[in-house]
């Protein structure tokens, strides 16, 4: 098994949900691997934040982007080469904050790329101030008499814009977060993983999943039933909430058009060039 460990520094909290999810994906790729998705055509994306560090620690191919866009970054990686398997790790605040609209409208185009949010409710890596997915009366350095909104639903609100899978995992399930992370690469369209992932500095929130989480056995029925099990807080389900086919973004683009493998060859090209000009010129 491939460890797919750089030799990168490691700088997460000690305890944090980061290294279980860190391995949780490690693992999803070896199994991809085995059932015959090659390392060469995953690319990962990054924002913004301590989600963002996974950038430096994962040997495989990416694009460090800028914060909340990630997701922008890889709706162009795949409209770019539809051959790739590309995956954007965001944070709750870089994805669901400065990058809700190129979230929003992956989801809405059924762009075919999966995103993985690291939600532990916080900005982390500039410590601790609240996000839009931080609980009501959360205390942080940006809210010391406690946070005064509510709180984003991140599952209902990706499937109203159109996601066609969405899940939630928990990074104490590794292996079930394993095969979460498995499943969304291999849909095709929009994929969108909300994993719970504990940040034990500022809002340590272990235990309360690891006693609430519920792994659900079967996908919801329809998208309002998944609505109303997104919206259930105890216990807390865990899983695949919705999944259906449609028609994806580059192909609605292009058909089957590859941008990379079937482009234009240099002397092609320049002929055209010439056919242009020279009808242009005749016109006069």
């Not at 490691?10 to 290294?19: A, I, K, M, V």
């Not at 095709?188 to 235990?207: I, M, S």
Request: charged share 20%; with cysteine.
């Amino acid at each position: 098994m491939d460890d797919l460990t750089t030799y990168a520094d490691n700088t997460w909290c000690p305890g944090c949900g980061n290294f279980s999810l860190f391995s949780a994906f490690k693992k999803a790729v070896n199994l991809l691997e085995e059932k015959g998705t090659e390392q060469d055509t995953l690319v990962f994306t990054a924002g913004i934040g301590q989600h963002a560090k996974i950038f430096d620690y994962l040997n495989l191919s990416g694009f460090y982007s800028l914060h909340g866009r990630g997701t922008a970054t890889a709706q162009g990686i795949k409209a770019a080469n539809p051959d790739l398997n590309v995956v954007s790790f965001g944070g709750d605040g870089d994805s669901f904050g400065e990058g809700l609209a190129h979230l929003m409208f992956a989801a809405k185009r059924n762009a075919d790329v999966t995103v993985i949010i690291h939600d532990n409710g916080v900005y982390a890596l500039t410590t601790g101030q609240f996000s839009p997915l931080s609980e009501k009366g959360y205390k942080g350095p940006s809210a010391p008499g406690g946070n005064i909104e509510q709180p984003f639903n991140p599952l209902t609100l990706i499937l109203e814009a159109g996601a066609t899978f969405v899940a939630r995992g928990f990074t104490g399930e590794i292996d079930h977060l394993a095969d979460l992370f498995v499943q969304a690469i291999e849909h095709k369209g929009f994929a969108l993983v909300d994993v719970l992932q504990p940040c034990v500095t500022y809002l340590n929130t272990f235990k309360e999943y690891k006693e609430k989480t519920e792994i659900m056995e079967t996908v919801p029925a329809s998208k309002d039933k998944a609505v109303l099990l997104a919206r259930q807080k105890d216990p807390l389900p865990i899983g695949i909430f919705y999944r259906t086919n449609e028609p994806v973004f580059h192909e609605g683009l292009y058909g089957s058009w590859n941008p990379v493998t079937q482009k234009m060859g240099e002397n092609e090209r320049k002929q055209k060039i010439k056919g242009l000009l020279y009808g242009i010129n005749n016109n006069y």
